[in-house]
């Protein structure tokens, strides 16, 4: 009985050995040296492995020369590439810029000779009228007598004005925007009906809920009788 089961066990080892050294024959077997011999079937041509000759585009001259045309080129291509950056830097900013018409309407000049003393006009700029007023002695002696710690924006006549005689302001009520009218209300100037805002003659607030006077625009007298808004 002891022999018998021997017997299976020395079976059972040889049949669980691995084959392993019969594939290892094999796998040294294609590893050999003598497999360079071997012809591989998608092998088409030895072309494909071999280095092109660039002969043909070496240049015969020397190196200095070389060095010069390519810093001629490099020189070449910067400046070009500079010349198109400036001439697209230089559209969209012309492009950008205000135009033609944009610029007349950015400046108004008046005829200061047309405007007789005592009177008022109101010219547009930029699209919001500017009052102007050729202004007599006794409203500038007026406008100069206001005590003008007892105002709700102080401010005396002469910051308001270039020359006394000719006030000019911007005639946009600083309550709501309406547009306050001349020779009207309690102190001689203008008047807001919008909700009862009363002006001076020097354009500051007095009575009503506007908080601040009428602001001044800016403007110029270039030559005499000649005024420029804007
Ligand atoms: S808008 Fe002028 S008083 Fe109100």
């Known amino acids: 009985m002891a022999s018998l089961s021997t017997a299976s066990r020395l079976c059972l080892r040889s049949a669980a050995k691995p084959s392993v050294p019969a594939v290892r024959a094999l796998s040294s077997t294609a590893m050999r040296p003598d497999s360079a011999t071997y012809n591989s079937p998608f092998k088409v041509s030895d072309k494909g492995n071999q280095i092109p000759s660039f002969g043909k585009y070496v240049s015969n001259s020397s190196p200095s020369k070389n060095l010069v045309f390519s810093y001629f080129m490099v020189?070449?291509?910067?400046?070009?590439?500079?010349?198109?950056?400036?001439?697209?830097?230089?559209?969209?900013?012309?492009?950008m810029a205000a135009s033609a018409d944009v610029l007349a309407m950015a400046k108004v000049e008046v005829d200061l000779n047309t405007i007789p003393e005592g009177k008022n006009v109101i010219i547009?700029?930029?699209?919001?009228?500017?009052?102007v007023r050729h202004?007599?002695?006794?409203?500038?002696?007026?406008?100069?007598?206001?005590e003008?710690?007892?105002?709700?924006?102080?401010?005396?006549?002469?910051?308001?004005?270039?020359?006394?005689?000719?006030?000019?302001?911007?005639?946009?009520?600083?309550?709501?925007g309406c547009v306050p009218i001349g020779e009207a209300g309690d102190y001689g100037g203008w008047f807001c009906p919008c909700h009862g805002s009363h002006y001076d003659i020097s354009g500051r607030i007095r009575k009503g809920p506007a908080p601040l006077n009428l602001e001044i625009p800016e403007y110029d007298f270039p030559e005499d009788g000649k005024l420029v808004v804007g």
Do not use: Y
């Not at 547009?124 to 009052?131: E, L, N, S, T, Y």
């Open 135 to 146: 202004r007599t002695a006794d409203e500038i002696e007026q406008a100069n007598k206001v």
């Open 124 to 131: 547009k700029w930029r699209g919001k009228p500017v009052f």
């Open 148 to 176: 003008v710690s007892s105002l709700r924006d102080p401010q005396t006549d002469e910051e308001r004005v270039k020359n006394p005689e000719w006030l000019v302001m911007l005639g946009v009520c600083t309550h709501l």
């Open 75 to 95: 020189g070449t291509m910067g400046a070009l590439t500079a010349a198109g950056a400036k001439s697209t830097v230089s559209e969209f900013l012309v492009n």
